[in-house]
Structure formats: structure tokens, C-alpha cells
């Protein structure tokens, strides 16, 4: 990675500057004026006094501050569209304009994941995905998302928390459980779920509550609040049926920030308080529709992309297939296979010495010190692999690494429950075989998926529309949960929506 650059913009009072990570990659940061900020002992949201944090402000910023790279990193870098960066920086201008603290500075990111998540660090970091505002539906949503979040360093919830909790809680549910390089660790975490961390009933709440203050006082609608946690949670259900899974995956947005009916409820009422008349404050649809139009979908060049059931790198010129009834999970260093009985496959890269074969890569450098089978010597479309098989935890894993001209080496590691894995071997042993490097020609034709504004004509309808969604499986469902929509919804001539195709 090259050192960090910037050059500031300027946007009104209020000064955002452009990071560069790599040769393109660009980090959006909105800065207010300083302001002297005391210890404060009322929380904003109930009027009531409570224990001041232990740690200081200045302490939060350090926190942030250090934090910060670790958060780029782990959400795979920053979005490169000053565009985007720079309406979600006047968005959070304008929220923060109707806070309470108006002068107290922020730095806004945004990331480039395909995950829906939203979040904020000690000493006012805020973090919006590209996945989450390609779920948002118009500037008063994405605005009440980012009051939320203010609200939380408002409120200074993150630092009333333990200090060892903040590293083990808010840290760790950012970047999740953290897999070394030894294959024992990676082998352990087989069947991990990483760190799961979140804030108190209370104090989702008490941001909810704020966030819906803030949407009012800055000219917004103050029922996009909870017009947002509802789709949110029609959207989670639409994932978890498509990825068979109970509940939400980990990092997701609703992981720490339920929609639960009773939050969407309270928000509504907190909006009915502000006096303000449900469409009578701005929503700001056409303006957020064009700031997104053109935002990737899913996962990016750099990421690889998932493709129905192979994965496809462009950049690195590989591929390979999952079983059928196996589900892939693109992360940010790695790529996971999961299948039924809690079977699982982790695909990762590393690099090894040009003189180093790879079964000596694999017994000495990748699973040294861990006690294996008899290492198997063979070939997979022209390339030299090694194979050996262990035993951790309550798992049967097997290693297998292919090596690469480049010095590259393809790693999979393979687990099933103990006593199961020859059930599975079948399947795993086609996912290895199926990896293969691709052609310039080959990469070339596979796009990034992105979101295209279409205005619906007369005759329009979800099933229309879903039809032109560029998914295998659930189209209109996919659509109703990218716009928003209900099962019942009735297109106008006219409506902008959005469409998912390369």
C-alpha cells in the first residue's frame, strides 16, 4: 500500500478532504470547527444526568485515530467517487447542523463494502458502506442513518463502555475475529463467529431518539428514521431466506442495530413528537437517486466477485466453484464456503520463495508445528499442489496449497465435524479441483455489478422490473428490498427506482 495523500475541498464552512489509499482509492472526511468541548454529565437524549466517562475527549480522539486505518483496511479500502464522498459529507454537514453540538468535529468515510453497515468510533469517526447507501432510498433516510450514528458520539456511549470492553467489543466488532497467519489459528476460528458486539437496548434508543430530533431540526422528515428500520428489516429477511440462514450475517448493519417492530414503533413516535407532519420535511429522493446512480453493487474488481456459485477474481486472473447447496461468502482477505452440517472451506493467497516446493511450503512455513497426515503430492490444471490433513478442535480440516509461477500461493483449508468429513470429501475435493487461473479475455468480460436509476413506464410492474435484476435467484424479491417496496406496491409512470445490472 503507498503512503496517503490528500488535497482539501471546501463546502461552505465545513472542509472535507480526499485520501488517497493505492493509486486511486480516496477517503471523504468532513471537519468542523474545533470547539472546546467539557465533560459533559446530561445525556442529550432523556435530559437526565448521568456518570461522565472516564476517559476524557481527547481520549476518544486517539482511539478514533488509531483505529481509523485498521477500519479502511478490514472494510477493503475507501470508495473511489468523489461524487459519492462528497454528497454524503454535505448530508452529514447538514445533520450536524441540527445537533446539539454543532462545531464538534467529525470524519466521515466512505467504505468500500459491499456490506450494510454503518457505525462510529470514539471521538466522532463515522462509517457509512457503499452497501449501505445502495439499501437507502433517499437523502432523509441516509441523513436519519448518520444522525443515529452521530448520536452515539454524542452521547459518548462507546467511551461510558470498559476500556477493555471498547478494545474487545467495539474494536472487534468492526474488524471481527481476527485470524492469523498460523494454520492453527486459522483452523480454529473453522467454526468461529467472531466478536459480536453491540450497545444497550438503552442506548440504541437514546440514538434513535436523537437521530429523529436531528432529522427534524435540519429540515428533514423526521419519519425516515423509522421508514428505514423497516426496510432494513424486510431487507433482512429477503437475505436470510436467500442465504438460508437464520438471522443476520456477521457485520451487517442490523447484527448491532435491530429493526425490531418495537424500535421502528418508538422511532415513529419520537417523529410523531416532533411536531412535524409526516411529508412535510424534505426527503430529498431525486438528490440522493443521482448521487448513487452508477455506485457498484456487491463486490468490487479488487474483492472478486461472486458469480452464481464460482468465485472470480479479475484482478489476480483466478477462479473456482463452489458445490451445488454450498453458499460462498466473499470477505475482505479471504473467502469462505459453507455448506450443510457447518462444513466449511477457506480460500486465501500468500507468497512463498521462489525455491520452496510446496510441500515443503505447506509442512514447514503454512501448518509448521501442527501435527498432519503424510503430505499428498499432485497437480491441478498444470499447477503443483500439496495436500495433508489434521485435526483441531472439534474439527477434521485438510490444507491444500497451490503453487502459482508468480510465488503466489492458493490456499484452501477444508473442515467438516469430527468424524464427518469423508461424508463431504466428495464436494470439497471438486471445489479444489475446479480452481483454475483465467485468461486477460476471460477477466475482461466479467463486470462489476452497479445501481442504474431507471424512471418506470406505463405498464410497470415488480415482476417487470425484477425481471431486469441481474441475480440468478429471487429477482423481484431483490427488488423490492433494494427500493424499499412493499409485496403489494403499485408502480407510477414516472417513479425512479433502482435496478442491479453490470
Known amino acids: 500500500m503507498t503512503s496517503v495523500g490528500s488535497r482539501s475541498r471546501q463546502i461552505g464552512k ?67 467517487d468523489q461524487r459519492v464522498g462528497q454528497y454524503v459529507a454535505s448530508v452529514t454537514q447538514r445533520i450536524v447542523h441540527g445537533t446539539s453540538q454543532p462545531n464538534q468535529p467529525y470524519r466521515v468515510t466512505v467504505l468500500n463494502s459491499p456490506v450494510v453497515n454503518a457505525f462510529a468510533l470514539p471521538g466522532g469517526y463515522v462509517y457509512v458502506t457503499r452497501g449501505l447507501l445502495a439499501l437507502v432510498n433517499d437523502e432523509a433516510e441516509l441523513a436519519g442513518v448518520l444522525g443515529h450514528e452521530i448520536g452515539h458520539v454524542i452521547t459518548r456511549h462507546g467511551a461510558q463502555r470498559q476500556t477493555a470492553a471498547l478494545g474487545a467489543s467495539v474494536i472487534g466488532a468492526v474488524l471481527g475475529a481476527v485470524v492469523g497467519n498460523s494454520a492453527v489459528s486459522q483452523a480454529v476460528g473453522l467454526g468461529s463467529q467472531g466478536l459480536v458486539a453491540s450497545y444497550s437496548r438503552d442506548q440504541e434508543y437514546q440514538a434513535d431518539m436523537l437521530g429523529v430530533r436531528y432529522l427534524a431540526a435540519a429540515g428533514y422528515d423526521p419519519y425516515a428514521q423509522a421508514d428505514f428500520l423497516a426496510a432494513m428489516g424486510e431487507n433482512s429477511k429477503i437475505e436470510a431466506q436467500i442465504s438460508g440462514q437464520d438471522g443476520e450475517p456477521q457485520g451487517n448493519w442490523l447484527a448491532s442495530h435491530p429493526a425490531t417492530p418495537e424500535r421502528v414503533a418508538a422511532a415513529r413516535r419520537e417523529a410523531a413528537d416532533s411536531q412535524v407532519t409526516r411529508g412535510q420535511g424534505e426527503r430529498n429522493r431525486s438528490a440522493f437517486l443521482h448521487a448513487v446512480n452508477g455506485l457498484i453493487y456487491g463486490d468490487s474488481p479488487a474483492q472478486g466477485f461472486i458469480r452464481g456459485q464460482s468465485f472470480i477474481h479479475t484482478f489476480a486472473r483466478f477462479r473456482f466453484d463452489a458445490p451445488a447447496g454450498y453458499h460462498i461468502v466473499n470477505g475482505m482477505e479471504t473467502v469462505l464456503v459453507t455448506g450443510p452440517n457447518k462444513v466449511i472451506a477457506k480460500f486465501d493467497t500468500a507468497m512463498k520463495s521462489a525455491n520452496v516446493p510446496i510441500g515443503t511450503y505447506l509442512t514447514n512455513v503454512w501448518a509448521s508445528n501442527v501435527a498432519m497426515s503424510p503430505v499428498n503430492l499432485f497437480t491441478i490444471h498444470g499447477l503443483a499442489a500439496a495436500s495433508a490433513t489434521t485435526r483441531i478442535g472439534d474439527y477434521d480440516a485438510r490444507l491444500v496449497a497451490i503453487a502459482a509461477p508468480s510465488g503466489k500461493v ?81 408502480l407510477l409512470p414516472g417513479e425512479k427506482v433502482k435496478l442491479i445490472w453490470p
Open 410 to 490: 492458493y490456499r484452501f483449508m477444508m473442515g467438516a465435524p469430527r468424524g464427518t468429513f469423508p461424508r463431504y470429501a466428495g464436494a470439497l475435493d471438486a471445489l479444489v479441483h475446479s480452481f483454475r487461473l483465467i485468461s486477460a479475455k476471460e477477466a475482461a468480460s466479467v463486470k462489476p455489478l452497479r445501481v442504474h436509476v431507471v424512471i418506470a413506464r406505463a405498464g410497470d410492474s415488480l415482476a417487470s422490473l425484477g425481471a431486469r435484476m441481474a441475480f440468478p435467484t429471487y429477482r423481484v424479491d431483490r427488488f423490492r428490498a433494494l427500493n424499499g417496496l412493499a409485496a403489494n406496491a403499485v
Open 14 to 80: 465545513v472542509e472535507w478532504t480526499a485520501f488517497g489509499f493505492g493509486a486511486r482509492a480516496k477517503a471523504l472526511t468532513l471537519v468542523a470547527l474545533l470547539a472546546l468541548l467539557a465533560s459533559c454529565t446530561t445525556n442529550p437524549a432523556t435530559g437526565k444526568s448521568q456518570l461522565a466517562p472516564l476517559s476524557s475527549v481527547e481520549d476518544d480522539a486517539k482511539i478514533g485515530a488509531e483505529a481509523h486505518p485498521k477500519i479502511v483496511a478490514a472494510y477493503g479500502g475507501i470508495y473511489d
